[in-house]
């Protein structure tokens, strides 16, 4: 009987646990404390001026043309401009006859169905200011560039600005060949027999050069 009693006993104790557990798992689960995340402020044109981004006027020559737009789309990329950012920003910048421009040919492009977009503007801005005829100077002069009597880092200057327009596909290894073949005697008959095939590597071993060839001194007012 006493037995019995303790195998019932146990009986209920299993069940009661059983219910209590039943019990918990249907509490509902605490969600997570919510995380406050503050909300992303638009990108101004006090944000876009900080940068000191420089007027824009017709008189440019292709190369500040070209470089102009270069620092607009790096200020962009900083800031993480939207492509309508991109057009009020860089408009705001166009002055005098590069105004008159831009009001001429949005007008063209609205007329024509045309969307008025960045991407359109830039389009234009290139075929007015650094039209395909100034890519192929460049790219004729980055063929037939020398040294001549650039010091070893205006010529690096030079030839990587040059090299943007060449139209062909370019190896590292095409690409050291046509620098040392176009640096002065001097460091080229010492450059050359080194058959260094890294660009950055490269331009190093001339820097060396020069300054042990030339001095300190020259360099610098070369």
């Not at 560039?145 to 062909?168: A, I, P």
Request: proline content about 5%; charged content about 30%.
């Amino acid at each position: 009987m006493a037995n019995r009693r303790r195998r019932n006993t146990a009986g209920a104790d299993e069940i009661a646990n059983a219910i209590h557990r039943m019990m918990d798992a249907m509490q509902p689960v605490a969600a997570p404390p919510r995380v406050m995340i503050p909300p992303v402020r638009p990108v101004t044109i006090e944000d876009f001026m900080r940068h000191k981004p420089a007027k824009f006027t017709a008189k440019a020559t292709p190369d500040e043309a070209d470089a102009w737009l270069c620092e607009c789309e790096k200020i962009f990329r900083v800031i993480e401009c939207t492509e309508a950012q991109k057009l009020n920003f860089a408009t705001f910048l166009l002055v005098t006859e590069a105004e008159y421009w831009w009001m001429s040919m949005q007008q063209q492009m609205i007329n024509r169905a045309e969307e008025v977009t960045w991407a359109n503007l830039r389009t234009r801005f290139l075929e007015k200011y650094f039209p395909d005829s100034a890519k192929h100077e460049r790219e004729a002069e980055f063929l037939t560039l020398q040294q001549g009597s650039l010091s070893v880092q205006d010529y690096v200057e030079r030839f990587e600005y040059l090299s943007r327009f060449y139209s062909q596909t370019v190896t590292e290894e095409w690409r050291c060949r046509k620098f040392e073949g176009s640096l002065k005697h001097e460091l080229r008959r010492f450059i050359v027999p080194l058959r260094v095939r890294e660009f950055p590597t490269l331009v190093e071993q001339a820097k060396s050069v020069e300054q042990l060839e030339m001095g300190p001194s020259r360099v610098n007012r070369t």
